[in-house]
Every structure is written in C-alpha cells, then in structure tokens.
C-alpha cells in the first residue's frame, strides 16, 4: 500500500515538474516550416522553430502547447506523457493552397494564372471608415483610389492600371457574391459585413466578364453562416473628426492692407503710359489703420465643427448540417465637419443556403442600404466666391452686406453670407437601394454542377433643395424661395446560369471547363421639378405646385434601357502543380451600338509555371514559392450613354406664352452612327511570384502593357453639318506600368510579431493616337485655355498651361518686349503676369501651351506595419503615399493673382507694388483674376499620409465564459499625418469624375479619431 501510495505521489509530481519537449512543425505538404511560434498556453513561456522547423521547449504534463505561424490555422495539442511531438499545420484561406475567389467560382491561389489580388478584410474591420474603398487605398498594387473629397458619404473614383478610354467609363466592375452590380458603389456595402476582396486585373481574369471586366474587377465575399456553430458580434465605435490642416491666408489686418493696395492703383492716373511711372499718392487709401481690424473672422473656423460620429454593427450567424444563415445590421451616423453637412445610413444583409437534397442547394442573398446625405451648402475652397477662404476677414460673420472698401469700391453690395447658406438652406439626397439574389445549384454528377442565380436590384434615389425667401439675395431681387426635386429610379435584371465540371486524373491531371450564360436589363427612370418664387418657406419642395406664378415652375423626365447578352467560358489544367493554363472566353452583345455591330468576341490566355514544385527545385526547403506567370487577352468597353449610336431629338419650350399655350418645337441634335461599335483593349502581362521560409517572405512583381483602339469618343462635328457633337471610335491610348508587393513577417516571437506590407505601382498612360482632324480634347479649361487634357503623345491625364514669367516690372520692359516678343500678356501693364510667348508672334495663344506634366503620381503605394504583443496586444500604422504628379490649386485664380473681391493667401503680402516692392514677381493688388493656367498655380501632387495609426487589446474569454468568446477594445486615428508640399487642403482628391488630382473646391478630408468595442459570442 505504502508502495502504491508513493508511487503515485512520484508520478504527481513529475506531472507538475517541467520537462523538455522537443518535436519539428511541417506544413501541409510535408516540408519543415521555420520560424513557427511554440507557446505554452497561458504563460509567456515560448520559442520558435530552427531551419529543420525543429523546436525544443519546458512544459509540464497538463500543459497546452499552442503552434501558430502566420497564414495557418493554430494547434493547440495537450503535453500529456509526451516528450516528442510531430506537428502539421494547415493554411488558412489567404495561403496559397487554398482557394480564391475569382469570376464565376473559385480556384486554388496556388493555380491561379492571373493578376489577381486579395485581402482579407478582418484585419481591416476596426478602422472608423464607411466605405471599403477608403480601407483598400494603397493596399493593392495597381490600384489608385482617389475620394473625390471628405465629404460623408463621397464617392470614389477606382482605378485599376490606369485609365483607357477617354470619354467612356473607366471604373472597375463591381461583384458582390457572385452578383453583378448588385450595389451603386461602394458606399452601400458595410465594411464589417465584408469578409475579402479580390481585384482581377489582367485579362486573363477579367476576361469572364468581356465587356463588363475592361477597367478590372472588384469581387466582394460577404460574410456568411458557420455550420455547427452560432456566433453573434456586436460592434460599437465612436469618434469626433476635425479638419487637420489650415490654409495660409489673410487675416483682416492683413487684407485691409491688402484692400487699401487696391485703392492706390485704382486711383484714374496710377499709370500714365506716356510717363511710364505711378502716382504715389495715398490719399485714397480705403482703411487708414488696418491694425485695428485685428485677426478678424476666421470664416473656415465659422463654417466648420468638430463632427461626431458613431457606427454600431451587429451581426447572427449560424447553421446546421444543411443549413446555414447571416444576418447583419448596422447603423452609421456622421456628422460632417462642414457646419449642417453629414450623412446617416442603415444596411442590413440576410445571406440564407439550404441543402433540400444531396444533389441540389438552394439560397438567397438579400441586402438594403438606406442612405441620407445632408450634403454641404457651403465650400471650404475652390473659386466661389462665397467658399470660407475667400470670404472678407474684415466681415461679421452675422453681416449681409460685402464690404470691401469705401463706396466707391464694390461696397454695400449685398450677398448671401455663407454661413447664413449652411444654416438655411437644405441640399438633401436620400438613397435606398434593394438587392435580392436567389439560386439554385444543382450536383447533375460527380463533379458536374450546375448554378443558376437571378438577381434584382433597384436603387431609388430622390434629391431635394430648398432656399428660403429670406436669404438677402432673394429679398433684395424680390424672388422668393427657390425649390427643387427630383427622383431617379434604377432597376436591374440579371439572370446567370453555368455549368462547372472539375476532374482530377492519377493525381497529376487536374481539369475544369466552365460555360454560361447571362442576360441583363437596366432602366433608368427619372424625373425633376424646380420652382422659383414661393411665398411660405414651411412648404419647401413639399408643395411644388404652390408656386404664384406657373410659369416659373419646370420640369423634366426621362427614360433609358440597356440590355446585354452574354455566352461565356473557361477552361482550366494543371499538372502536378508545375504547369497550369487559362483558357477564358465570352461573347457580348450590347443595345449600346448600333445594329450589326452589337456583337464582340473577347478571349484570353494565361500559363503559369510553378518552378518550386519541379524536381530540381523540390530539395531546396526555405523555398516556398516561384512562379512565372504569362497571359494575354483582349477586353471591350461599352460604358457610354444610351443611344449614342442613334440621332437624338431634343425639344425647346423656352418661348412665349401665348393664349396660355407653350409651343413645343422639336429639332435633331445628334448625327447618327451606324458604324459604331465596341472600344477595344488588348493586354498582356508578366508576373512572378516569390515566397521563401514557408511564406515568412511573399513576393510578387508583374509588369503589364495594353493598347486601347477604337475609342468611344464624342467629337466635334464640321459646322456646316448644323450638329455639334457625334459619337465615333476613333483614337487610341497604351498603358504600361509595373507593379510590386512584398508581404515580410520580420520578428516571429512567443512575445512579438512585427509584419510589413509593401506595395508598390507604376503606371503610364499615353494618348496614341485622337484621329487626324483633333489636335486635342479638353477636360478642363480656365480663361478659354486647356489646363487638363489629352494629346497625341502625351500622358492621358496631362496638364497643359502658359510658362510663367514674372510680372512686368516697369515700362521699359514692356516697351523692349514690343521687339523681342519673347512674352505675351493679357494687358500691358506693371504688375500684370507675363508668359513665354513659344511663338514669338507677339500673341497669347494656344500655340504657347505647353505640357506642365501629369496628374498621375510616378508611383504609389501603402506601406503597412503590424505589431503584435503577447498574442493579444496589436499596434497598426498604414501609411499610403503618392510620388510625383501635378495638381492646380483652382483656387489660387482669384485668391493669389490680385482678384479684388476676395481675401488672399498670405504670400500676396510681397506682391508688386510700384514703391513698396518694385521687383516683385507676384501679381500686383488690382490686376483682376489671372485665370490662365501656368506654373503659378501648379503644385507637386506628392504626399505621405499616415492613414491609420491603431492600437487594439483582445481580451480572450473562451476559457473563462461559456458565452463570450472575446472582447477587443481599440483605438484608432485615420488621416493621422499629412506631409505635402501642396498649398491646399488635400492633393489626393478629384471633384471631377474623369479628372485624376483635380480640386476645385474639394470637401476637406477630416481627422478622425475613434473608440470601439467588439464583443463576439
């Protein structure tokens, strides 16, 4: 008995004394994975594994040892009376043996031909943003997501390796759960209901959806049900958001000097040409102690708040054997930092899939996003005259009466202050969009299924505005309020259906054929009033026909159907995973085009060469991956407006009213084209992949060129044709670029985990060819001369302007320049900007344009940085940066060239002035608004943005609660840092959908700063 007991007592405590542990960790495939974490659960005991992925740790018997590496699933494995052991770990979804997403199914990544690039959004679900394309900025390498402003609730503008076309679309096709435009943008999508993206960018993989995959595609993967297991998360953040940056501008003291500059050179005889000289007379000098004026109204600081935020999010998913459900709801309520700006929006998802019968399985996807945008009255740049930076620092902010100067000099003219404008007057668009998505899929035999999915989609938007009768604009003119409406209704139809049949053969063959079928109908069903003079500012736009006087109300309807056809297929083969090819095809038929010419044929191909698994290649164990891969394919683009290829009508009701009756005339507007057929693009692309030490380090670079012919272009007709405009396919554009991302876990410790992300992207696009009869298209002018467009053997996103030369200083200058003609003006006085006349023919013409550069960055990219403390504690800085490319500061036009009705920016302290500053190369006060766009106005578009700084702690509960399995509470900033040399608010903005880098007047973006807690169950 004694013996029993101490034998027992010996094993107890050799159960409780720790021991070495040894073993080696292998991944799926059998090889040694090195670095891997060897920890002993609930202590700060660990290690990691050699070269041979061999480890050796203390542990006691009842001790849990847990083996993680990043990209695998961890296990966790009881100590027990082991001293050896032998460990397997399995790859998470993003490794490269699992699969991917791609268009119209799913691949193993390691089969993948493809450009074809995912992220995994889990990571990315604590950042204080509204929008996924605000997370993905920089993440994808080929990728350039510009927001058009900071406004809530702002679109983006996408582009995946560059643009192509020039007057049609050049945003990426959007799929979410197989479904095409299933959502108007991104905007209706919650972030937390995503669960990866994937951007197919070359042709190859684009190619499944022809016409519809010419800019790239961006699938979405929403969450869905587990089987097995019901889990709920909750999600609540809150923030408060600021403008970061302040502009250098005038106060008042400063801008009353800067008035009385006007009052001295508007004096009658400032400048006798015959005397070449000025009066230096002060007599008239508007404010005699501009000191007393002070700092003055900080008119940015008036318009804008300190914005509160917050989202809550909550989701239920689970299943059975057979069945499986998600349902999620969120609720997202910005208020802007523009005063009376913001936007609430409430989305909800149910995502259902039941297995009826072995062979068939039924679903359905459903998803309605409310969305209410409170937009901004007001702007805080830009040229109005009414933005906050241009507004007199010398008026009251509660004054309505823009006094600049004595009477004499545009006083007591009356305006609408614009704060009085974001108080009273509504700028409102409501948005609820509806998709519903059943399917059925069928297992017709082993390994031939086949999926058939519908979808309907409708998204109804209805804008309202309103400016009451007693702004004083409307009271001095006797006017009245002003309202209007108006609704637009956008249905879409989708059918699909394809069969799939996959097949392996002697575990070396590995086959799947692919093909389809898709049909689509889209209306667009819209409809506007507007009305002038109502009497009772409590109707508004609810009454539009209360307005006195019938003839002051107006409106407009129309209606717009597209339809396309599609016949669609791929084939896929691979050979003991070394050798793999693509073939991918889809024939398009589009209402767009005109009869005869409706019809394109886009095939590609792809191979893909993966060394490390050649015999030669197998032995070299810190090799994970090397790949090769080469594919080449054509894509077509008909994103134009409806009935281009058909001459159009348009009516005139602009005349008299006579008896009461209007009389309606109708008249042809546009030429037809017969001919007009599919904007088409032929790509190819290079790509290697690289991953050493069992995917510690992944790499992938890839180079890509493609030529655009055919362009959809509208152009102008010969004027005695009696039409301005026609549709054509003329012209062409070529796009290269290289692209490259590098994924590195640098320090892979028990206690800490350092993780980097490099991506990298250039792209450059050149406008080959615009047809014999154009010299150049304008996308934007400022004083009837080109400051963005396109030329043969240009960039596509030029700039264009006159080289600056100064000021003209006195009157000798002006007088030698009548013989040299090396300058031109717009008038020939001191003071007034000078330009390199090119021509030397004594004219300011387009002649002496010249290109100033492009609008798209040399490269750019995101730079991500992952810390990872004792497992649960996460520290996260995202930089995204941009190198080189242009933007004009649209707003230096009136504020930085003398313009005399608004306030300056600083540096128009130093400019010319006859006695003070002689030599000065700035626009003298006076000389009215140099509108002509040149290098003084230009700006290097480069910045490095923190993006987002985070730190989070998750809390573990598993082992203590039978309910919660985790809460994590987290802190982050977004727009943390800006570093820029532009002047303005922000250069990574683009008010102008086809304009890359454009401000005119861009909602500044803010700095949010947010709180969250997730709680999962």
């Not at 073939?583 to 792809?606: C, E, I, N, Q, V």
């Amino acid at each position: 008995m004694l013996c029993l007991v101490a034998a027992f007592a010996t094993q107890t405590a050799m159960a409780q004394k720790p021991r070495n542990i040894s073993g080696q960790v292998f991944d799926s495939e059998g090889q040694p994975m090195i670095g891997a974490t060897v920890v002993v659960v609930g202590t700060s005991t660990g290690t990691t594994t050699d070269m041979n992925g061999k480890f050796t740790i203390k542990a006691k018997q009842d001790d849990q040892l847990s083996f993680s590496f990043l990209g695998y699933v961890e296990v966790v494995e009881r100590v027990g009376t082991r001293t050896q052991l032998n460990i397997v770990l399995k790859p998470e979804n993003v490794s490269i043996n699992e699969v991917v997403v791609i268009g119209y199914g799913q691949q193993q990544k390691s089969d993948i031909t493809g450009s074809v690039a995912s992220i995994n959004m889990e990571e990315l679900t604590d950042m204080p943003v509204l929008s996924a394309d605000e997370a993905l900025q920089g993440r994808v390498a080929g990728v350039d997501i510009v927001t058009a402003d900071g406004e809530p609730g702002a679109g983006s503008t996408i582009r995946v390796r560059g643009s192509r076309s020039i007057n049609a679309s050049n945003e990426p096709l959007i799929v979410v759960d197989g479904v095409m435009d299933a959502v108007e943008n991104f905007s209706d999508i919650n972030p937390a209901d995503i669960k990866n993206v994937t951007v197919l960018k070359d042709a190859s993989s684009t190619a499944i959806y022809g016409s519809r995959g010419a800019n790239g595609v961006i699938l979405v993967t929403t969450h869905g049900g587990d089987s097995n297991k019901f889990s709920i998360t909750f999600n609540a953040k809150v923030g408060i958001s600021e403008i970061p940056r302040e502009l250098d501008i005038m106060n008042a003291t400063e801008f009353a000097a800067f008035r009385n500059d006007v009052s001295y050179m508007g004096q009658s005889n400032y400048w006798l040409p015959d005397k070449g000289y000025y009066k230096r007379s002060s007599s008239s000098y508007s404010f005699e102690n501009p000191e007393a004026f002070g700092v003055g109204t900080d008119w940015v600081d008036v318009l804008t708040n300190t914005g509160i935020r917050q989202s809550y999010f909550l989701s239920l998913s689970g299943g059975g054997k057979k069945s499986k459900a998600y349902f999620s709801a969120a609720y997202d309520d910005e208020a802007g930092v523009v005063v009376n700006s913001g936007m609430q929006r409430l989305t909800t998802r149910l995502k259902f899939d039941q297995e009826l019968f072995k062979w068939m399985k039924v679903g359905i996807n459903l998803s309605y996003t409310y969305r209410d945008q409170n937009r901004a009255k007001v702007k805080i740049s830009g040229t109005s005259t009414t933005c906050a930076i241009a507004v007199n620092p010398m008026q009251d902010p509660n004054s309505t009466w823009n006094i600049l100067g004595d009477n004499g000099v545009n006083g007591g003219s009356v305006y609408n202050n614009p704060y009085f404008l974001a108080i009273h007057t509504t700028n409102d668009r409501i948005t609820r969009t509806l998709n519903m998505a059943p399917y059925i899929e069928l297992t017709l035999y082993k390994g031939l299924k086949l999926l058939s999915r519908f979808s309907y989609t409708t998204a109804d938007t209805d804008t309202f505005t309103y400016s009451p009768s007693f702004l004083p604009v409307a009271l001095k003119r006797h006017k009245g309020g002003t309202a209007s409406r108006s609704n637009t209704d956008n249905t879409r139809l989708l059918s699909e259906t394809t069969l799939t049949y996959n097949r392996t053969f002697k575990k070396a063959h590995k086959f799947s054929i692919m093909a389809g079928f898709t049909a689509q109908n889209i209306k667009i069903d819209s409809e506007s009033m507007k009305g002038v003079g109502y009497l009772d500012d409590n109707v508004t736009f609810y009454n539009m026909g209360s307005v006195p006087d019938r003839r002051n109300l107006t409106g407009s309807s129309s209606f717009k159907e597209t339809q396309r056809l599609s016949v669609l297929g791929r084939a896929t083969y691979s050979y003991k995973g070394r050798y793999h090819a693509t073939l991918t095809m889809r024939y398009d038929g589009s209402s767009a085009f005109a009869d005869g010419h409706k019809w394109g044929f886009f095939p590609a191909a792809a191979f893909k060469w993966s060394l490390n698994n050649e015999r030669w290649l197998k032995s070299v164990d810190w090799l994970s991956d090397l790949s090769i891969r080469l594919s080449a394919g054509r894509s077509g683009n008909d994103a134009v407006a409806n009935y281009v290829s058909q001459m159009s009508l348009s009516n005139s009701v602009s005349g008299w009213l006579f008896n009461d009756v209007q009389d309606v005339a109708y008249y042809p507007t546009r030429l037809d084209n017969p001919n007009l057929t599919w904007e088409k693009t032929d790509s190819y692309n290079v790509g290697v992949d690289f991953a050493v030490l069992n995917n510690r380090v992944t790499m992938t670079v890839e180079g890509y060129l493609s030529y655009t012919t055919d362009l959809l272009m509208n152009v102008n007709n010969p004027t005695q044709s009696g039409f301005s405009k026609r549709y054509m396919n003329i012209g062409s554009t070529r796009n290269t670029g290289v692209e490259f991302s590098i994924t590195s876990r640098n320090i892979s410790r028990p206690k800490f985990q350092w993780t980097t992300t490099l991506t990298v992207s250039h792209n450059r696009q050149i406008v080959t060819d615009l047809g014999s009869d154009i010299p150049y298209i304008a996308t934007y002018s400022t004083g009837g001369k080109m400051a963005y467009g396109y030329v043969k053997g240009y960039p596509a996103n030029s700039l264009w302007g006159f080289q600056f030369a100064g000021v003209w200083h006195n009157a000798q200058e002006i007088e030698e320049n009548k013989t040299t003609k090396a300058y031109g003006t717009y008038d020939k006085k001191p003071g007034v900007p000078k330009y390199v006349d090119v021509n030397h023919d004594g004219l300011l013409s387009d002649a002496d344009l010249v290109y100033m550069g492009s609008s798209d960055p040399l490269i750019n990219g995101g730079f991500n940085n992952t810390f990872k403390i004792i497992k649960n504690l996460s520290i996260g800085l995202y930089f995204t940066y941009s190198l080189g490319g242009k933007i004009y500061n649209l707003s230096e036009i009136g504020m930085g060239s003398g313009a005399t009705t608004r306030n300056q920016y600083r540096y128009m302290i130093n400019a010319w002035h006859p006695v003070r500053n002689p030599w000065s190369d700035i626009p003298a006060a006076r000389m009215g608004a140099d509108s002509y766009p040149s290098q003084r106005i230009l700006h290097d578009a480069s910045y490095l943005r923190l993006q987002n700084a985070s730190i989070s702690y998750r809390f573990d509960l598993k082992k203590k609660t039978r309910y919660l399995r985790d809460i994590t509470v987290a802190a982050n900033v977004q727009n943390a840092f800006l570093w820029t040399g532009y002047n303005g608010y922000d250069p990574d903005v683009s008010t102008s959908g086809s304009i890359r880098r454009f401000d005119n007047g861009a909602y500044p973006r803010a700095r949010v700063y947010t709180i969250s807690l997730k709680i999962r169950y």
